[in-house]
T-cell receptor, first 115, second 112 residues
Framework: DAGVIQSPRHEVTEMGQEVTLRCKPI?????LFWYRQTMMRGLELLIY????????DSGMPEDRFSAKMPNASFSTLKIQPSEPRDSAVYFC?????????????FGPGTRLTVT | GENVEQHPSTLSVQEGDSAVIKCTYS??????FPWYKQELGKRPQLIID?????GEKKDQRIAVTLNKTAKHFSLHITETQPEDSAVYFC???????????FGTGTSLTVIP
């Protein structure tokens, strides 16, 4: 199993540009989570999906952020327009949901720098 | 939503000593408490978890205790080794779904 796959691994963009982060969860996992990690705020849960349906997006900082999960094997997190304060590492994680295991398996993260 | 506080933010111990990290949570309905370890530049990985029907759980050199009445839980690492140096995150959740919320992390340094 390849684990959770995220792309790109690094993204450098200018303020005002649109940024799209991508995630492929582990096959068979039904839950997908997007986190943002910064030194100041730690690991923040932005949004999560169960069976491709958004369950809780209360962590999404503002309307500039949006997330989709069109199918069980792909999700995107989009920032439009991007701002320097969006610079962070964005992690995607997936979890089996069924079977009583709630362990979340994290991807390698996308390091976003907005200049 | 859930609010998780974690202390201390940094911790240094001598190799072979024990390390203790403490967390408190706000939502009494939370019933799942995992601990994640994140090495520098790497992704967080689960090291141990506990559910609210259990007061203590142990796995080799690591153990977690839970006090639901006081709404706090702790991670204990015994016989620390240099490879235990990392940032450790506690989390709490599970009351409304399978999501949980992380504490702010503890940077543990084990001095050889």
């Amino acid at each position: 199993d390849a684990g959770v796959i995220q792309s790109p691994r690094h993204e450098v963009t200018e303020m005002g540009q649109e940024v799209t982060l991508r995630c492929k969860p582990i096959s068979g996992h039904n839950s997908l989570f997007w986190y943002r990690q910064t030194m100041m705020r730690g690991l923040e849960l932005l949004i999560y999906f169960n069976n491709n349906v958004p369950i809780d997006d209360s962590g999404m900082p503002e309307d500039r952020f949006s997330a989709k999960m069109p199918n069980a094997s792909f999700s995107t997190l989009k920032i439009q327009p991007s701002e320097p304060r969006d610079s962070a590492v964005y992690f995607c994680a997936s979890s089996p949901l069924a079977g009583g295991s709630w362990e979340q398996y994290f991807g390698p993260g996308t390091r976003l720098t907005v200049t | 939503g859930e609010n998780v506080e974690q202390h201390p933010s940094t911790l240094s111990v001598q190799e072979g000593d024990s390390a203790v990290i403490k967390c408190t949570y706000s939502d009494s309905a939370s019933n799942y408490f995992p601990w994640y370890k994140q090495e520098l530049g790497k992704r967080p990985q689960l090291i141990i978890d506990i559910r609210s029907n259990v007061g203590e759980k142990k796995d080799q050199r690591i153990a977690v205790t839970l006090n639901k009445t006081a709404k706090h839980f702790s991670l204990h690492i015994t016989e620390t080794q240099p490879e235990d140096s990392a940032v450790y995150f506690c989390a709490a959740g599970g009351n409304t779904g399978n999501q949980f919320y992380f504490g702010t992390g503890t940077s543990l340094t084990v001095i050889p």
